[in-house]
T-cell receptor, first 112, second 111 residues
């Protein structure tokens, strides 16, 4: 069963066109929700960890928010360098806190 | 400061062979986790080691094994390679699970 679902699968944006990516999850006992950026052929780059509903974190043009069942990654006025695959992952349970369950990612392309 | 370092970066193996992948965590991090990422999918958890002990195992066959050394570096071993083992193998390190950093990965191609 899918525990982490990301939508849309792909997103094409014009430079400056703000949008949001969605990550919904079905695990119980969430410890943390992670967002990563991954460029082609590279490892995931850590962006944020969110821990509780209502929490928000920002970094440059990115803002992540968390509710009880989903998280959003808002990209404000994106630039071409924001083109990447954005991955979300959940960490849950009391054991193996190094284990993350990932979604399939949203591939974002920002055109000039 | 150096991030998570992995070696080799690329390798090609033949079906049935064995492979060893290596990982050095960020200095001070005692937890190392291994993930497999196939094209178009998110990474899948294989193992976590903390203080040299296995703390978690994902849904992978016994052909996959790992260990962590006293200096907290780690090895992932895969025996009897199959074509389906071709993937990007990622190592991640963490101090306490709040922030988990990934290396650039090892690309394994099985032919």
């Amino acid at each position: 069963e899918d525990q982490v679902t990301q939508s849309p699968e792909a997103l094409r944006l014009q430079e400056g066109e703000s949008s949001s990516l969605n990550c919904s999850y079905t695990v119980s006992g969430l410890r943390g929700l992670f967002w990563y950026r991954q460029d082609p052929g590279k490892g995931p780059e850590f962006l944020f960890t969110l821990y509780s509903a209502g929490e928000e974190k920002e970094k440059e043009r990115l803002k992540a928010t968390l509710t009880k069942k989903e998280s959003f990654l808002h990209i404000t006025a994106p630039k071409p360098e924001d083109s990447a695959t954005y991955l979300c992952a959940v960490q849950w349970g009391t054991d193996s806190w190094g284990k993350l369950q990932f979604g399939a990612g949203t591939q974002v392309v920002v055109t000039p | 400061d150096a991030g998570v370092t992995q070696s080799p970066t690329h390798l090609i193996k033949t079906r049935g062979q064995h492979v060893t992948l290596r990982c050095s965590p960020i200095s001070g991090h005692k937890s190392v986790s291994w993930y497999q990422q196939v094209l178009g999918q998110g990474p899948q958890f294989i193992f976590q080691y903390y203080e040299k002990e296995e703390r978690g195992r994902g849904n992978f066959p016994d052909r996959f094994s790992a260990r962590q050394f006293p200096n907290y570096s780690s090895e992932l071993n895969v025996n009897a390679l199959l074509l389906g083992d071709s993937a990007l193998y990622l190592c991640a390190s963490s101090l306490a699970g709040n922030t988990i950093y990934f290396g650039e990965g090892s690309w394994l191609t099985v032919v």
